[in-house]
């Protein structure tokens, strides 16, 4: 595939924030947006351009990091709510228990890719169906293939 090196580069870093966004461990902390939360320290190793907090139930945050300024980072720590204490999950169950979940998707029209990622997948949908793939979606949807060990990718049957 003829992807400029540039692109390659971007894709790259964006696989690397990925893989370190999986390996984010929620933990009890109540304000979930604290500098010492496990949002809040992953985004102090990053260099942040844009962020916007929104603080429900589930705490998200909206990123634009510096150097993947072309897409839009929405992290959120969901707290899961206290199980019945006769229900099996009690066993596991603690106090301000979370899970992380991310979605990234493009700015600027750049591509027509939305990510969703979790801990164990990321699942990767096209926005519009009805616009074919481009030569750098490709690229993205077959390297992930490669380099993560659970892709999900039911909106390209037959794309690819």
């Given at each position: 595939?003829?992807?400029?090196?540039?692109?390659?580069?971007?894709?790259?870093?964006?696989?690397?924030?990925?893989?370190?966004?999986?390996?984010?461990?929620?933990?009890?902390?109540?304000?979930?947006?604290?500098?010492?939360?496990?949002?809040?320290?992953?985004?102090?190793?990053?260099?942040?351009?844009?962020?916007?907090?929104?603080?429900?139930?589930?705490?998200?945050?909206?990123?634009?990091?510096?150097?993947?300024?072309?897409?839009?980072?929405?992290?959120?720590?969901?707290?899961?709510?206290?199980?019945?204490?006769?229900?099996?999950?009690?066993?596991?169950?603690?106090?301000?228990?979370?899970?992380?979940?991310?979605y990234?998707?493009?700015?600027?029209?750049?591509?027509?890719?939305?990510?969703?990622?979790?801990?164990?997948?990321?699942?990767?949908?096209?926005?519009?169906?009805?616009?074919?793939?481009?030569?750098?979606?490709?690229?993205?949807?077959?390297?992930?293939?490669?380099e993560?060990?659970?892709?999900?990718?039911?909106?390209?049957?037959?794309?690819?």
């Amino acid at each position: 595939m003829d992807i400029p090196e540039e692109s390659k580069n971007r894709i790259d870093i964006f696989f690397q924030y990925i893989k370190e966004i999986q390996l984010v461990e929620t933990d009890g902390c109540v304000d979930k947006l604290s500098s010492n939360s496990a949002i809040g320290k992953f985004l102090r190793k990053k260099n942040v351009k844009e962020k916007t907090i929104k603080n429900s139930r589930t705490a998200e945050v909206q990123i634009i990091f510096n150097e993947l300024d072309n897409l839009l980072f929405i992290i959120c720590d969901d707290t899961i709510p206290e199980p019945d204490q006769r229900d099996q999950a009690w066993i596991d169950w603690y106090p301000n228990k979370s899970h992380l979940t991310t979605y990234i998707e493009a700015r600027k029209n750049t591509n027509d890719l939305i990510f969703f990622v979790s801990r164990d997948f990321v699942e990767i949908r096209k926005n519009d169906k009805s616009i074919p793939l481009t030569e750098e979606e490709r690229y993205i949807v077959k390297k992930m293939k490669t380099e993560f060990t659970r892709v999900k990718t039911m909106d390209f049957m037959g794309l690819l």
